[in-house]
């Protein structure tokens, strides 16, 4: 999947938690989110500060649908909450592989 379509599918998945998410999928996102994100604080800390709290919206659903396409339940989601090690551990789930469907 391309940059751009991981980025909108993502959007347009905001409200879906079922299915799964891709390696690509979600890491293609987060990408496109950093480049907006640098060229809005270029621009302008109001609009870089919404589109954070935006960035909620898709970015809830696509975590959870990654983690159940390596097969973790949703709740290991919370695992971000926990400092330093915790987003580690997250981040590394992220890059695991998909399981075979």
Not at 27 to 36: D, G
Not at 47 to 71: C, E, F, K, M, Q
Request: aromatic share 14%; hydrophobic share 50%.
């Amino acid at each position: 999947m391309r940059l751009i379509e991981a980025f909108t599918s993502a959007w347009s998945r905001s409200f879906d938690y079922e299915g799964r998410s891709n390696r690509g999928d979600y890491w293609w996102f987060v990408l496109a989110n950093l480049i907006v994100l640098m060229i809005l604080l270029r621009i302008s800390d109001v609009l870089y500060t919404t589109y954070s709290v935006a960035t909620i919206v898709p970015g809830i659903p696509l975590a959870v649908r990654r983690l159940r396409d390596i097969g973790k339940p949703w709740p290991w989601i919370f695992l971000g909450l926990i400092p330093i090690i915790g987003t580690i551990w997250l981040i590394v789930l992220f890059c695991q592989p998909s399981l075979s469907a």
